[in-house]
Each structure stands twice: as structure tokens, then as C-alpha cells.
């Protein structure tokens, strides 16, 4: 029987439907050679999906040869990650229209699991009864899996393989909504490592990017599955709790995160750790959407930080304004550093038994434009959030070397000239070049300067403290460790230490001798000091009381209003003049 060319079966393709009624002999050659040599996998089944045949490229993409295959259902290709519909989907429209066209999940015959874009024909007899479905697939692995890639680089973190910051976001939204419709509530978690800087500089970049990926280990280790933990940047990473009943969960939440954070990490054979602080912004009472939450809990977090680190702070209302102040504050700075308003004062030290004036302290000052004194403890830190410390302490040791030269030339005695360096600076590497650009620029020997250190930045990284004191020390720079007492120095690092004096917090003097407590530890510091060969020096000295029981106690150097204030360079050079001593004080 021979089709009539402009009759059409129900569905799909007709087998007779071709010219002249029949292939001939060479269209038939024609039509195997296609499918023989097609770079697409062919596979043709009954209509019970039984194979009947496939050709070379469907051996070369599944690893199954044709007499493996024959007679098998096709659903023995299929990885069961297809959406449980997809079949019914696929036989609605082959039944409807003769053709499916869509993305499959196939199984090679080694058990990979592989994409695939395939097509499938319904073929009907001339009564328009199903005889054969015809399939043609792509293996698109490679296309999948390169937009899967890029699709993980937009929205995953590279080292920790964390949610970064646009994802972060996005899923943050999500809960946000499923808070509001059951009028439940979220508490979003900002998390900055505190000592994380260290790491780097001390062991390098691989071993801080593997603390990195602990650090997201160890968070996941104690958040439940529907919570999220990103890397958003640098050493801050952020925690999404959502479901919670009341700020009780959250800070029971932060205490174990706080934890675990601390915990020893092994890096290149020693122990290392880190700390970390989070600042807590819930919803809905610290903010309705994605923005105020992200910008509350950054400013909470900033909040934990000033407290001292290696804790937690819930949003407040009043932190919008302190943080807007340090922003307007860091404006300033810049200005003032341009507009030359820092000076500098000095604040006598006297030796406590033979009273003679050992040293004075550089102590920095800033006038603003409204004539109005702003106070270093304010300042300073604002300096370090902001980049400007460096520069700010360049300009001082110059300056201040400067001063003691000029002295030095004048033939007035004033002992060592002492300085303060910051944290940030002491952790730079380029310190001892600045320090000895400083005396160069001045001309001022470089045992007539002493550096002052706080003790918590040695203790934070002691094996790089110990190498740029070192380094310090070999230019004939004295060294003192500052605010001694606040943090956890063992004997063992001050032994290794090159100082030359310790320099008792004043937190501890301010109650002496009536405070038991406070007594027993200054005495206790001076002991260890003296048993180290190293000099000890109090400061904050006010009382006649607190100077008679420092003298019973042995100490070797005091300064504080008792005996000094801070005053200007040409204040100095009149007490310099007359050699003051601590009777005259």
C-alpha cells in the first residue's frame, strides 16, 4: 500500500511515509550509514520500550555493546535522579504530540552517572498504531558540569566551599520569609576571627586558609542542618539560626561556637588558635530585611571586638551611632594627618631610689579644628580600624627622635626616650626599617630609644613577637613590655623575650596598697621581673601612698602625676634644665 503524500499519521512519523511509497534499496544504505556513523547515541525500541537496536555512538557514550542491550527495557540506563514525574511527563507528550525533547540523568554501563539531552520520536504504522519509539542523545556532561562551575564560583567559597556572600544573602531572604508568614524569628550571627592575621604572617597563607576551612568545619559541627554557615570575606564569616524561640538559644548557640573556635590548631607541628567575636542581629526586632540585618549584625560584631574580643554582643540601637562616630572620626584623621594637628607630650620617669630622672615618654596628642583635644583611647583605635596607624606612628617616632636629638645637642640629660608602638605596627614587618629610618632621619643613637609593646600583641603571635624583637634588639633598641599584667605571659616566652623592662599597668596601682588583690600582683610582677634580671617600672603612680609601698616593694621606675604630667617639648626643656629629681617633683 502506497501512503497518500499529503496524509499524515495521528502522531510522530509514519513508516511509509516517504517518497515514492518506499526507500529504495540505496536511500535505505543511505539512512544506515547516518545511523551508523551519527555522533549522537540512537537507540530505537518496540513500543513495550524494549531495544531493537542502538548504534556505535551509543556503545561509545553508555560503555554497553549492541548484544548487551538487545531485548532490555530502556529504563536500564536511567540513574533514578529524574524528578519522580518526568516519565509521565515524557509519555503525555510523546502520546499527544509525537516527540519529547528535555534532559535525562543516564547511567554508563561502569556505573557513572552522566546528563544527557535526548529526543525522543514515537514512530506509527500507516494505521497509525505505535511501532517504535526513536531516541537520539548528547552526552552534555561537559556543558553541565562547566555551568555547574560557574554557577559554584558565583555563589560557594572557594577555600571553605562555604556559601559566600551572594548566596548568603539569598538563602538569608528565604528564611526571612518563612519567619514573617508564621511570624517566627531568625537570629543572624557576623563572626570575625580575632588573631587570624597572625596566622598568616606567621605560618603563610596555605596554613591559614586550611584554619579557614576548620574554622567552617567546626561551625557546621555545632549548628543544626537547617541553619546556614557562609564565608563572607576575608576571616568573617556569618551563621544564619533560623526557628529560634528565644535569645537564651542564641547565646547558648555562641557559647559553643566561641568554644570551638578556640580549640588548639596543629600548623606545621605547633599549636596554634584563634578567637573570634560575633555580633547578633534578630529578626524582626533588630530588623525586617536582608540590608539592616547584615549592616546591625556588623555593627554588634565591631561592638564584641571593642569589649576585648572573644565574645558576643547582641544589636543595639545606640552601636548605629557609635559606628557612624567612628566613621566620621576616621574622616578626620585623614584630615588631621594632612593638616599636621598631632603634637606630642612628655611625661617624665624617675628612677624610685635614687631619684633621678631616667627616661621620658612620648605621648601623642590630637587638637581638632574646633580647638577641642581628642583622647588617644578614642582615636587610636579608629587609627587601626581605619589603615591610618602606620602612618601615625612613622610620623611619631620620627618626630619624636627628632625632639630627643635636639635635646641631645642642647646638653640636657633626659635619659631614654620611650614610645609607644602599636599592635599593628609591631606585627608589620617593615617596624625595624622604620625604626632605623627614624634614628637616621634624626640622628639620635639607637640606645638613647626605648619601644614600648603591649603585652597582649606579643602573646598573640610570641613566636613572630620573639622574632621582631630580635631584630629590635640588634639595633641597640631597648625594649619594654607594656601593660604588663592584663594578659597571660608565661616565664618560659619572657626568658626567650629580649626585654630590658616591664611596665606595670596602672589598672593594678590605682588601688594599691588598700586593695589586697592588686598588692599581692604588683609585688608578684616586681619579684618575677627582678628574678628575670629585668627592670620594672609603674605607671599611673598618683599617692604618696602608692609611691611609698612600690618603694617597700622594691620597683625600680615610676611615672604618674605624682611625680610629672605630660606636658609640651618647650615645658620639657625648662625641667630638663633644672635636672629635676623626685624630691623636687
Request: charged share 25%; hydrophobic share 40%; proline share 4%.
Amino acid at each position: 500500500m502506497i501512503a497518500d503524500p499529503n496524509e499524515k499519521p495521528r502522531n510522530g512519523i509514519g513508516v511509509d511515509d516517504l517518497p515514492d511509497g518506499k526507500p529504495s534499496a540505496r536511500e535505505l544504505l543511505l539512512a544506515a550509514s547516518v545511523f551508523h556513523h551519527s555522533p549522537q547515541g540512537i537507540m530505537i525500541t518496540d513500543a513495550e520500550r524494549r531495544i531493537r537496536m542502538v548504534n556505535a555512538a551509543f556503545t561509545q557514550i553508555t560503555g554497553w555493546r549492541e548484544a548487551e542491550v538487545l531485548g532490555r527495557r530502556d529504563a536500564m540506563l536511567s540513574a533514578g535522579r529524574d524528578d519522580p514525574g518526568l516519565g509521565k511527563q515524557m509519555q503525555s507528550a510523546l502520546d499527544a504530540d509525537g516527540i519529547w525533547v528535555g534532559e535525562l540523568w543516564s547511567r554508563r554501563r561502569d556505573g557513572e552517572v552522566f546528563p544527557e539531552n535526548r529526543t525522543v520520536v514515537a514512530v506509527h504504522d500507516e494505521a497509525g498504531h505505535l511501532q517504535h519509539y526513536f531516541s537520539m542523545f548528547t552526552d552534555i556532561s561537559a556543558e553541565k558540569f562547566a555551568a555547574e562551575r560557574i554557577h559554584r564560583l558565583a555563589h560557594f567559597d572557594a577555600t571553605t566551599e562555604l556559601p559566600n556572600r551572594v548566596l548568603l544573602q539569598d538563602r538569608l531572604l528565604h528564611t526571612i520569609n518563612q519567619a514573617a508568614r508564621v511570624n517566627g524569628k531568625l537570629a543572624l550571627l557576623f563572626l570575625d576571627l580575632d588573631g587570624f592575621k597572625l596566622i598568616n604572617d606567621t605560618y603563610g597563607h596555605s596554613a591559614g586558609d586550611e584554619v579557614l576551612r576548620l574554622v567552617g568545619k567546626r561551625l557546621l559541627s555545632r549548628l543544626r542542618k537547617a541553619d546556614i554557615v557562609a564565608r563572607i570575606g576575608g576571616d568573617e564569616f556569618a551563621v544564619v539560626l533560623s526557628d529560634v524561640a528565644q535569645d537564651s538559644d542564641v547565646q547558648i548557640t555562641c557559647d559553643q561556637l566561641l568554644q570551638v573556635i578556640t580549640e588548639p590548631y596543629e600548623l606545621s607541628g605547633n599549636l596554634s588558635s584563634v578567637t573570634t567575636s560575633v555580633g547578633i542581629a534578630m529578626f524582626p526586632d533588630d530588623g525586617r530585611d536582608v540590608p539592616t540585618l547584615l549592616k546591625h549584625a556588623d555593627a554588634a560584631m565591631y561592638q564584641a571586638k571593642e569589649a576585648g574580643k572573644n565574645r558576643y554582643a547582641f544589636y543595639e540601637p545606640e552601636m548605629n551611632r557609635r559606628a557612624e562616630a567612628r566613621l566620621a572620626l576616621s574622616r578626620k584623621l585623614r584630615g588631621a594627618l594632612e593638616k599636621n594637628q598631632f603634637s606630642l607630650c612628655y611625661q617624665p620617669q624617675f628612677d624610685l631610689s635614687s631619684g633621678r630622672l631616667v627616661g621620658v615618654e612620648a605621648l601623642l596628642r590630637w587638637e581638632d579644628d574646633d580647638g577641642e583635644q581628642v583622647p588617644p583611647s578614642l582615636f587610636i583605635p579608629v587609627a587601626e580600624e581605619c589603615g591610618l596607624i602606620m602612618a601615625l606612628g612613622a610620623w611619631v617616632l620620627n618626630e619624636a627622635c627628632r625632639q630627643a636629638q635636639q635635646w641631645c645637642e642642647q646638653g640636657l640629660a633626659f635619659g631614654r626616650l620611650s614610645v609607644n608602638v602599636s599592635g599593628r605596627q609591631f606585627q608589620d614587618e617593615g617596624l625595624a626599617d622604620t625604626v632605623a629610618a627614624a634614628l637616621a632621619a634624626s640622628g639620635l643613637a639607637s640606645d638613647r630609644l626605648e619601644l614600648e609593646i603591649t603585652e597582649s600583641w606579643v602573646m598573640e603571635g610570641p613566636y613572630r613577637a620573639e622574632n621582631q624583637m630580635h631584630r629590635l634588639n640588634e639595633m641597640g633598641v631597648t625594649l619594654v613590655i607594656d601593660d604588663f599584667g592584663l594578659a597571660n605571659s608565661s616565664m618560659a616566652y619572657l626568658k626567650r623575650f629580649p626585654v630590658q623592662k616591664l611596665k606595670i599597668d596602672n589598672s593594678f596601682i590605682r588601688d594599691i596598697p588598700a586593695d589586697t588583690d592588686d598588692s599581692a600582683i604588683v609585688s608578684a610582677i616586681i619579684a618575677m621581673g627582678h628574678s628575670l634580671g629585668l627592670r620594672v617600672l609603674a605607671e599611673g603612680v598618683e599617692t604618696a601612698e602608692q609611691s611609698a609601698f612600690l618603694r617597700a616593694t622594691g620597683c625600680d621606675e615610676v611615672q604618674g602625676y605624682l611625680f610629672g604630667r605630660p606636658v609640651r617639648h618647650d615645658e620639657m626643656n625648662v625641667l630638663l634644665l633644672y635636672s629635676p629629681t623626685l624630691s623636687s617633683s
